[in-house]
């Protein structure tokens, strides 16, 4: 008996049970298989259920369920740390014929995951949020902010971050920051130009030059605030 | 590898260690003196799970049990995994790593279940050399866990107490032994567990686990009995534990239970019983 034949029955129900393999008395296995068949399965889309309870909101168990399981024979974990698998779900949904219609699914799918990352991401203590509002604005534009671990920013053409709240709304683009201030993630509204401003910053632009390619109107109080109260500056540097 | 005992836990109750627990084991542990974790959960660079760790191992003994390195596996053991539990031990400083006599990787894909191997000469090499690998890479003594079978293979060519002493005496490792799954597995394969018991090298167990099973029946009628930790531990099973601890005395004895996690009360009062159960077998007779 061999892993291999062992894994390809137990991914494929439709495979018959594996010679060799025996219960009681010398008879073949039959049902006792489906036990580990129905564990690995069961415990796969359950785990994908609870990276990603929105998406499995939106679609309904039933589905959810079906839809885990073509996803797993296409992405199956790489690694025992199912803490992160998953990313390959939003791309996988963008291909997934029967959700081409729920096109904002794979946006709620990212913020998802982007959640899960900023959860097991490493520490960092914020900055006193004073510290930014005792810069002069010259200053202010030369300065670095650097921002947590735990920090992401996202864009969607769709509203996926009113979606993930469990609204209902009308269409249009939003932007979102996930950080995480304590243990708990949070994902905050950005205005528009927000989460590409926010990426600029990520690079190690000062804030001015991340500032250069904003849009008319661009908020940045907004962003600024939606930043600290992520507690998602971790220190401010003065680029020379 | 060092002279040290494979398992440093004390001879008393832990349970593994849930988030939603947290405050009541910070506050009043009752009968509970240590905890095991699944060091799987805890392979991430920060965040509440790390914390709340850290916090509970300067205050309890912590057993770092493993789920994921498929050390029954054909394919050789990941040297990344080996390196994340490297990391893990040496944060938590454990006084007892286990993983299982199972696998659950094949062709880099994870299973996320706990799969069986043929008891052979063959496999009984591969695995040893595995078992010797982690010890290598962690730089101490494992315990090596019984697992629960639902079926067997018609290749095995020895049993699966003769296949567990045959690791033990060739790498050093210590051994788990799972009371819960002795029970599982001798209903499943309707052969008496008493007789399992009677026959395990108790001088070689570092930690007992007990825990609940879900009772079911296949397609001839006959019982079958699926290890699911998302209950209290059976009847039998605890007869089977006092049984085992009149043969090898009182062990580090886990409480598992993984699904349906109940509220504290119910688990701490599962680990007062194993306490009962343990002072009984202290007092002097």
Same mark, same amino acid.
């Given at each position: 008996m061999s892993e291999g034949g062992f894994t390809r029955a137990l991914m494929a129900p439709e495979l018959p049970v594996p010679e060799g393999l025996v219960a009681p008395g010398g008879r073949p296995a039959g049902a006792r298989f489906d036990v580990y068949r129905n564990n690995v399965i069961v415990?796969?889309?359950?785990? +994908?259920?609870?990276?990603? /309870?929105?998406?499995? *909101? !939106?679609?309904g168990p039933v589905f959810f369920a079906a839809?885990?399981? $073509?996803? +797993?024979?296409?992405?199956? /974990?790489?690694?025992? *740390? !199912?803490?992160?698998?998953?990313?390959?779900?939003?791309?996988?949904? $963008?291909?997934?014929?029967?959700?081409?219609?729920?096109?904002y699914l794979p946006d709620v799918a990212r913020l998802e995951q982007a959640l899960r990352e900023a959860y097991h991401a490493a520490d960092a203590s914020p900055i006193a949020p004073e510290r930014l509002g005792a810069l002069p604005p010259e200053r202010l534009m030369?300065?670095?902010?650097?921002?947590?671990?735990?920090?992401?920013?996202?864009?969607?053409a769709w509203p996926a971050l009113s979606i993930w709240r469990g609204e209902t709304p009308a269409m249009r683009a939003e932007e979102m920051l996930v950080a995480r201030p304590g243990f708990d993630p949070v994902a905050l509204s950005l205005p528009e130009g927000g989460a590409a401003f926010?990426?600029?910053?990520?690079?190690?632009?000062?804030?001015?030059?991340?500032?250069?390619?904003?849009p008319r109107g661009f908020d940045l109080a907004a962003v600024l605030g939606a930043l600290i109260s992520g507690q998602a500056i971790t220190d401010l540097t003065e680029a020379t | 590898m060092t002279?040290?005992?494979?398992?440093?836990?004390?001879?008393?109750?832990?349970?593994?260690?849930?988030?939603?627990?947290?405050?009541?084991?910070?506050?009043?542990?009752?009968?509970?003196?240590?905890?095991?974790?699944?060091a799987e959960n805890y392979m991430g660079d920060g965040g509440r799970p790390l914390a709340q760790l850290d916090a509970l191992a300067r205050r309890f003994p912590v057993s770092v049990h493993g789920v994921g390195l498929s050390i029954g596996g054909e394919a050789p053991l990941s040297r990344e995994h080996l390196a994340r539990l490297r990391r893990l031990v040496d944060r938590v400083k454990p006084a007892s790593f286990s993983e299982h006599l199972a696998w659950s990787t094949h062709e880099g894909s994870y299973l996320n279940d706990l799969l069986p191997l043929p008891y052979t000469r063959a496999t009984l090499q591969r695995v040893t050399d595995h078992v010797a690998e982690v010890q290598d890479a962690l730089g101490r003594r494992m315990l090596l866990e019984n697992p629960s079978n639902y079926l067997a293979f018609a290749e095995s060519e020895m049993d699966e107490i003769a296949f567990l002493s045959g690791i033990a005496e060739a790498t050093g490792c210590g051994l788990l032994?799972?009371?819960?799954?002795?029970?599982?597995?001798?209903?499943?394969?309707?052969?008496?567990?008493?007789?399992?018991?009677?026959?395990?090298?108790?001088?070689?167990?570092g930690e007992i686990h007990l825990g609940g099973h879900?009772?079911?029946?296949?397609?001839?009628?006959?019982?079958?009995?699926?290890?699911?930790?998302?209950?209290?531990?059976?009847?039998?099973?605890?007869?089977?534990?006092?049984?085992?601890?009149?043969?090898g005395g009182p062990k580090p004895t886990l409480i598992e239970w993984d699904t349906d996690v109940p509220d504290w009360p119910v688990l701490e009062a599962e680990a007062a019983r194993a306490a009962a159960i343990l002072d009984r077998e202290r007092a002097p007779a």
């Open positions: 415990s796969l889309t359950d785990a +994908l259920g609870v990276a990603f /309870p929105a998406v499995r *909101r !939106l679609v839809m885990a399981r $073509e996803f +797993l024979r296409a992405h199956p /974990p790489r690694s025992p *740390r !199912l803490a992160l698998w998953g990313a390959a779900l939003p791309g996988w949904l $963008e291909d997934f014929p029967p959700v081409a219609k729920l096109g030369r300065t670095r902010l650097h921002l947590a671990p735990a920090a992401r920013a996202l864009a969607s926010v990426d600029r910053l990520s690079e190690g632009l000062p804030l001015g030059r991340a500032l250069a390619p904003v | 002279d040290r005992p494979a398992s440093e836990l004390p001879p008393r109750p832990g349970v593994g260690f849930k988030s939603k627990h947290f405050e009541a084991l910070t506050h009043d542990p009752g009968a509970v003196a240590w905890i095991e974790i699944h032994l799972d009371v819960n799954n002795v029970h599982v597995s001798a209903v499943n394969q309707q052969v008496p567990a008493e007789a399992y018991i009677d026959a395990f090298p108790m001088g070689l167990v879900d009772a079911q029946e296949d397609e001839t009628g006959a019982p079958l009995l699926i290890d699911s930790h998302g209950a209290e531990v059976a009847d039998p099973v605890w007869r089977l534990y006092a049984r085992a601890l009149a043969r």
